[in-house]
C-alpha cells in the first residue's frame, strides 16, 4: 500500500464500489462540486496521478477511511468508532444516567467502546457480514444503536439504589465521587479478575487437556490415522 492509487483502490473494492458509482456518489454529497473528482480525473489518480487536498478528503468520508490513512499510509485505514455516532451515545445514556457523573475519561471511553463493540456485533450478526466503520455508525445512529446505549444507562442506575430502594444522592459532592471511585475500580477489578481466569486456565494442564477435549469429541483412532 505504497501508493494513494493503490488505497483508492483497496478501498473501492472493501465497499463493493465502482468507480462510476463512486464518482456520482462524490458528485451528490452536500457542500458543493469537489474539485478533480470527475470520472477520468478518478481514472488518472487510480492509475497513480496525484489527487488534490480536497479530493483526497471528500473521498476519505464516503469510502469510510481516514483520510491521513489514504493520504500518507499512517495508522489505520478505518477509524475503529466515528466520532459522529459517539454523540448518540452519550445523548441516550445522558436521558437515563447523566454523563457528566462519569467524569473519569477512561470510564467514558470504556463505556463508549463497550457501546460501540456490542453495536457492532448486533449490526453484523443482522447483516450475516462484516461491517465497515460507515456502515455501522449509521446503525449505531438509529433504533439499535440507541436502544444498546439506554440499556447501558440502565446498568448503571442500579449500583446507585440502596437495599431499601432510595437512590444514592449524586448531587452531594461526596456521595457523587464515592460513586465514580467504586465504579471505576469495579471496571479495574473485573478486568484483572477476567485476565488472571484466563492465564490460569492457560497454564492449567488439566484445564488445557479439557479445552482441548471439548474441541476433539471424537479423536481419530489409529487406523485412521
Same mark, same amino acid.
Given at each position: 500500500?505504497? !501508493?494513494?492509487?493503490?488505497?483508492?483502490? #483497496?478501498?473501492?473494492?472493501?465497499?463493493?464500489?465502482?468507480?462510476?458509482?463512486?464518482?456520482?456518489?462524490?458528485?451528490?454529497?452536500?457542500?458543493?462540486?469537489?474539485?478533480?473528482?470527475?470520472?477520468?480525473?478518478?481514472?488518472? =489518480?487510480?492509475?497513480?496521478?496525484?489527487?488534490?487536498?480536497?479530493? #483526497?478528503?471528500?473521498?476519505? &468520508?464516503? #469510502?469510510?477511511?481516514?483520510? &491521513?490513512?489514504?493520504?500518507?499510509?499512517?495508522?489505520?485505514?478505518?477509524?475503529? &468508532?466515528?466520532?459522529?455516532?459517539?454523540?448518540?451515545?452519550?445523548?441516550?445514556?445522558?436521558?437515563?444516567?447523566?454523563?457528566?457523573?462519569?467524569?473519569?475519561?477512561?470510564?467514558?471511553?470504556?463505556?463508549?467502546?463497550?457501546?460501540?463493540?456490542?453495536?457492532?456485533?448486533?449490526?453484523?450478526?443482522?447483516?450475516?457480514?462484516?461491517?465497515?466503520?460507515?456502515?455501522?455508525?449509521?446503525?449505531?445512529?438509529?433504533?439499535?444503536?440507541?436502544?444498546?446505549?439506554?440499556?447501558?444507562?440502565?446498568?448503571?442506575?442500579?449500583?446507585?439504589?440502596?437495599?431499601?430502594?432510595?437512590?444514592?444522592?449524586?448531587?452531594?459532592?461526596?456521595?457523587?465521587?464515592? =460513586?465514580? #471511585?467504586?465504579?471505576?475500580?469495579?471496571?479495574?477489578?473485573?478486568?484483572?479478575?477476567?485476565?488472571?481466569?484466563?492465564?490460569?486456565?492457560?497454564?492449567?494442564? !488439566?484445564?488445557?487437556?479439557?479445552?482441548? &477435549?471439548?474441541?476433539?469429541?471424537?479423536?481419530?483412532?489409529?487406523?485412521?490415522?
Amino acid at each position: 500500500m505504497d !501508493t494513494i492509487a493503490a488505497r483508492l483502490t #483497496l478501498a473501492l473494492q472493501r465497499n463493493n464500489q465502482s468507480v462510476r458509482a463512486f464518482q456520482r456518489a462524490l458528485k451528490d454529497r452536500e457542500g458543493g462540486e469537489i474539485q478533480g473528482a470527475s470520472y477520468p480525473n478518478i481514472r488518472r =489518480y487510480l492509475g497513480g496521478a496525484e489527487p488534490n487536498p480536497s479530493f #483526497l478528503k471528500a473521498a476519505a &468520508e464516503e #469510502l469510510g477511511v481516514r483520510v &491521513e490513512w489514504l493520504t500518507f499510509n499512517s495508522g489505520p485505514a478505518e477509524d475503529p &468508532e466515528p466520532a459522529g455516532a459517539r454523540s448518540v451515545f452519550y445523548e441516550e445514556v445522558g436521558k437515563v444516567f447523566p454523563p457528566y457523573l462519569l467524569s473519569r475519561p477512561a470510564v467514558q471511553q470504556g463505556l463508549a467502546a463497550v457501546w460501540w463493540e456490542t453495536v457492532q456485533r448486533r449490526a453484523e450478526t443482522s447483516a450475516g457480514r462484516r461491517m465497515t466503520p460507515l456502515e455501522v455508525s449509521e446503525v449505531a445512529k438509529g433504533d439499535v444503536g440507541r436502544d444498546v446505549a439506554k440499556r447501558i444507562g440502565r446498568a448503571l442506575q442500579e449500583p446507585l439504589y440502596a437495599t431499601d430502594g432510595s437512590a444514592i444522592d449524586l448531587n452531594e459532592p461526596i456521595a457523587r465521587d464515592a =460513586y465514580i #471511585l467504586a465504579l471505576t475500580q469495579a471496571l479495574s477489578i473485573a478486568s484483572q479478575t477476567f485476565m488472571r481466569a484466563i492465564s490460569r486456565m492457560l497454564s492449567d494442564p !488439566t484445564l488445557r487437556r479439557a479445552t482441548e &477435549e471439548d474441541t476433539n469429541v471424537n479423536p481419530p483412532t489409529e487406523e485412521e490415522v
